[in-house]
T-cell receptor, first 111, second 111 residues
Framework: RKEVEQDPGPFNVPEGATVAFNCTYS??????FFWYRQDCRKEPKLLMS???SGNEDGRFTAQLNRASQYISLLIRDSKLSDSATYLC????????????FGKGTHLIIQP | SAVISQKPSRDICQRGTSLTIQCQVD?????MFWYRQQPGQSLTLIAT?????????ESGFVIDKFPISRPNLTFSTLTVSNMSPEDSSIYLC????????FGPGTRLLVL
């Protein structure tokens, strides 16, 4: 069983729409959760951390359900520039541990 | 934040040879990591580069194949030894400074 599972997509979404991604993780000892964004031929960059209480950053909202070991990302009013691969990432600890990545969900925003 | 550079940015190598990749950070960091991203796949942690001691390798990765050096808190090297076409991948250095930052990656093609 893969440690972090995501729907690879691609998700083809019209500009301005709302899109949601989900991910599940298998290691119940995971303590830290993130969404990273990776553009084509670029390194991953942190989009946002995910907290149990849920958190929002502009058009982006992330939720964590520890009981179900499930993480979500919601993008509202999607822009063409949101087209990228979104990586669900977990870690067992703080900064001392490496990250475990999902394979990513490909998002294509269409004009 | 942290600014990370890697050398070389890309290389094409013959099977059986070795390549050393350098990672330089613009400030001192405690935790440095090396990841691999194979074509169409997500990132996989190879090892944690420890300053002053041997690197800590993840399951499936060994020191003889991927020797790592960490002479100080701003620099690390990863060597890909006795390369085969299966080693063709992007190799990324990462550091933790409040969050994890990634270098631009080294694209390796082994013929």
């Amino acid at each position: 069983r893969k440690e972090v599972e995501q729907d690879p997509g691609p998700f083809n979404v019209p500009e301005g729409a709302t899109v949601a991604f989900n991910c599940t993780y298998s290691n119940s000892a995971s303590q830290s959760f993130f969404w990273y964004r990776q553009d084509c031929r670029k390194e991953p960059k942190l989009l946002m951390s995910v907290y149990s209480s849920g958190n929002e950053d502009g058009r982006f909202t992330a939720q964590l359900n520890r009981a179900s070991q499930y993480i979500s990302l919601l993008i509202r009013d999607s822009k063409l520039s949101d087209s990228a691969t979104y990586l669900c990432v977990v870690s067992q600890g703080g900064g001392a541990d490496g990250l475990t990545f999902g394979k990513g969900t490909h998002l294509i925003i269409q004009p | 934040s942290a600014v990370i550079s890697q050398k070389p940015s890309r290389d094409i190598c013959q099977r059986g040879t070795s390549l050393t990749i350098q990672c330089q950070v613009d400030s001192q960091v405690t935790m440095m990591f090396w990841y691999r991203q194979q074509p169409g796949q997500s990132l996989t942690l190879i090892a944690t580069a420890n300053q002053g001691s041997e690197a800590t390798y993840e399951s499936g990765f060994v020191i003889d194949k991927f020797p790592i050096s960490r002479p100080n808190l701003t620099f690390s090297t990863l060597t890909v030894s006795n390369m085969s076409p299966e080693d063709s991948s992007i190799y990324l250095c990462s550091v933790t400074k409040e969050t994890q930052y990634f270098g631009p990656g080294t694209r390796l093609l082994v013929l």
